[in-house]
């Protein structure tokens, strides 16, 4: 798997919808989440009370103050985690400097596992754990300039937001239990995951929860990872993602036209495939990727492939969209073993599953939903609920409550080389007021 990432160098499109805040206007306030699933968000009483009792106490606002005042500090370490190149499989740099900030600020039991995740406890009163994470990959391969551009309440930079802004958001949280010297009841795991993005197929969070040493342990999960003042992922949407490749005998582009070839029928497939009409309600996607093959101009390729990803809401719709899939590429293989000479071989075509993330949500009427509903209200904000493929979708589909908050107020072009993030103090103090009180709401307080 590494030696595809690495081989070419491509920087997939895969992933393009993973992250929350892509497209839209450049200065759009709102985040941009994937699907579309907007409910009525009201709290229970219960929640609201929690919330309450918890912004209201002189930790909390010990807690915040440290925020406030931290949030110079927030922008450094983004600059800091981003300016250290993570591309898929080679996080290792960045996970040793984070490693050594969760060490630095007190954390315990701090480690990198077995995968390459960067681990640190902070212990409370032993009643359970929680997991709170960002992930240390991107999406950018090796060489991919990485400092950071600030323009004035700006950063730029590939990376910027996705995640460092959500790593740097945990060590705010970090920093500002310390300093208000708060004792939750569930001590709390910090992560800094690999493998979120792409191809990397959520292969962190997978092993923390299944093969770990804190595995079976935790109770709830939130990952920092998504943007926007108004949302939040309760939702994963899973995805299949296949490489596909279409193989034919080859020949010379003069001397053996007329023969198959791969390369149309590939094609034929993509059109084909775009044909298909897919549910907005469960939130249906496809896309075609990645792709490469051939030798050269003057032949008739014996060989190419394509990397395609497929996602939905829903495991039902997922499963349809890709059984419409695998049966496109066996027609198109067909026909153009009908319309050209297959005298010196057939094509064929073989799809490998290369990624598949389970689909699931979080029920609306879990705690860790509540909490943060309220935290949004308290803030005189109506959320939205979405559905995302982040690392949540691996707690969700072994029925542990997670959700994926946002790192940040304001942002962009998530997984393009004009990535931005919006620094400016007052949302986004706001948003880690939200995020805190919901931590802090989970684990007991
Ligand atoms: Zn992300």
Redesign the pocket.
Same mark, same amino acid.
């Given at each position: 798997m590494q030696k595809f990432i690495g081989m070419g160098a491509r920087l997939s499109v895969a992933g393009i919808l993973?992250?929350a805040i892509t497209g839209g206007g450049a200065n759009s306030a709102s985040a941009q989440t994937e699907a579309g699933a907007t409910m009525p968000a009201s709290p229970t009483p219960a929640a609201v009370a929690t919330i309450k009792r918890i912004e209201s106490s002189p930790a909390f606002a010990k807690a915040m103050a440290a925020i406030d005042s931290g949030h110079d500090k927030w922008v450094a370490d983004i600059i800091t985690l981003t300016e250290i190149p993570a591309p898929p499989y080679k996080e290792t740099a960045r996970a040793q400097a984070y490693r050594d900030m969760f060490i630095a600020r007190g954390l315990t039991d701090v480690e990198i596992d077995a995968v390459g995740n960067v681990t640190g406890l902070r212990k409370g009163g032993g009643e359970g754990l929680i997991i709170v994470s960002a992930?240390l990959d991107t999406v950018f391969p090796e060489g991919t300039p990485v400092k950071v551009r600030r323009e004035g309440d700006k950063l730029f930079a590939p990376g910027v937001g996705? @995640?460092s802004t959500?790593l740097a958001t945990q060590l705010a949280f970090i920093n500002a239990m310390s300093a208000a010297d708060i004792r939750t009841k569930a001590d709390i795991l910090f992560v800094g995951t690999v493998g =979120? =993005?792409g191809r990397g197929d959520l292969r962190g969070v997978r092993h923390l929860f299944t093969k770990g040493k804190y595995q079976g342990r935790a109770k709830a999960f939130f990952s920092i @990872?998504?943007g926007g003042m108004d949302s939040l992922t309760i939702g994963g949407a899973g995805s299949k993602r296949y490489r596909v490749t279409f193989k034919g005998p080859g020949g010379h582009s003069f001397g053996a036209f007329g023969l198959v070839n791969p390369m149309t029928a590939m094609s034929q497939a993509v059109v084909d495939l775009y044909k298909v009409t897919v549910p907005t309600d469960p939130k249906t996607t496809y896309s075609a990727s990645v792709v490469g093959g051939g030798t050269s101009v003057n032949a008739i390729p014996g060989e190419v492939w394509m990397e395609f990803d497929m996602r939905s809401a829903t495991a039902e719709e997922l499963a349809k969209v890709e059984q419409r899939f695998l049966a496109i590429l066996n027609d198109a293989a067909a026909t153009e073993n009908v319309a050209r000479s297959t005298r010196d071989g057939r094509i064929t075509v073989q799809p490998v599953l290369v990624g598949d993330r389970p689909a699931g949500s979080t029920p609306l009427s879990a705690d860790i939903v509540q909490f943060s509903t309220a935290a949004y209200a308290a803030e005189g904000i109506k959320l939205r609920y979405s559905s995302s493929s982040?690392d949540s979708n691996i707690p969700i589909s072994l029925g542990i409550p997670a959700i994926t908050i946002s790192r940040v107020a304001t942002g962009g072009r998530?997984h393009s080389l004009e990535e931005w993030i919006g620094i400016e103090k007052a949302n986004n103090v706001k948003l880690k007021r939200i995020g805190l009180a919901t931590i802090l709401a989970t684990a007991g307080m």
């Open positions: 993973v992250a992930h996705d @995640d959500g =979120e =993005e @990872d998504g982040t998530n």
